[in-house]
């Protein structure tokens, strides 16, 4: 099936909902898929996006940018995952959680505002990594549409840049708990940490990279395309200078590069092999 084809299963798909909540983080694809179910539903779709100290306060900026831009139909809702022990204490289980309490907030939308259904972002290729959060979406019967047309991450891309749309190469943004080591606490302050490290490695001009935390150390993943300017001496004393002012003694750069799900390596290989079989914990 060509990209066109796919896109007409999309957008028939949500046509055949009636209406549709989409979670939403102004990440490609939940915004690939809100703007689909913009013009297929009209003003029966209303993307969700959840504010909470785990989400950057520039992907939040961008996020509400973009669906203003594309006169996307928004509600901004507040998620208490911090609030949950299990999800604080940052176990391999922690996406689970997070992804529980946003459906729970969303399941509790549609229902007052008597929606037919909540879908989100997840595409094929999504499957193929650690993703207990998926777990949570099929618990709460969430659903998948872009995964149901056979939309691979290179598909939605593809058909966001064909229609113009600005995140269509915007960089993956997972949530900054992400970024913390696994049995690690997540607290506002380590959250923070890390959006700021982040956030002064993008004005050093960075683009595709991410700041682990370590406790004292934070540990710098540079993609490949951008290692040969990062290794230079004098970006290297920018790079610490900039990750210590957000609160971090030591400065680390990964010899193997940006890889998403890094955090995962360490990981029991029962765990991940029950998240393959979609029991996520």
Known sequence: MNLEDKQA????????????????????DSAYLA????????EKMLAA?????????????DALAFAEENEIPLLVLETKELDREAYAANN?????????????VLEAERIRRQFAAVAYGLNLDDGKDFRPGQRAASEHHVLAPLAEA???????????????LR????????????????????TTETL??????????????????????????????????????????????KMAAAVRSAGFPYVAVDCDGYRSGSMNELLPAEMLAGSARGEGS
């Open 9 to 28: 299963v999309l957008e028939e798909r949500l046509r055949k909902l009636g209406s549709v909540i989409v979670a939403y983080s102004g990440g490609v």
């Open 150 to 164: 056979g939309l691979s991450k290179a598909d939605v891309r593809a058909l966001a840049q064909s229609a113009g």
């Open 192 to 237: 923070r940490q890390v959006e700021d490290a982040e956030e002064a490695l993008h004005v050093l001009g960075l683009r595709r990279f991410r700041v682990r935390h370590h406790g004292s150390v934070a540990r710098i993943e540079i993609a490949e395309e951008e290692m040969p300017a990062a290794l230079d001496p004098e970006f290297f004393r």
């Open 49 to 61: 996006l959840a504010d909470s100290a785990s989400l950057a306060r520039s992907h939040y900026r």
């Open 92 to 104: 391999g289980d922690r996406c689970f959680h997070c992804k529980d309490e946003l459906f729970t």
């Open 167 to 186: 995140v269509w190469d915007k960089p993956a943004s997972a949530c900054l708990s992400s970024r913390i080591e696994y049995g690690r606490r997540v």
């Open 35 to 42: 703007w689909s179910a913009h013009r297929a539903l009209g």
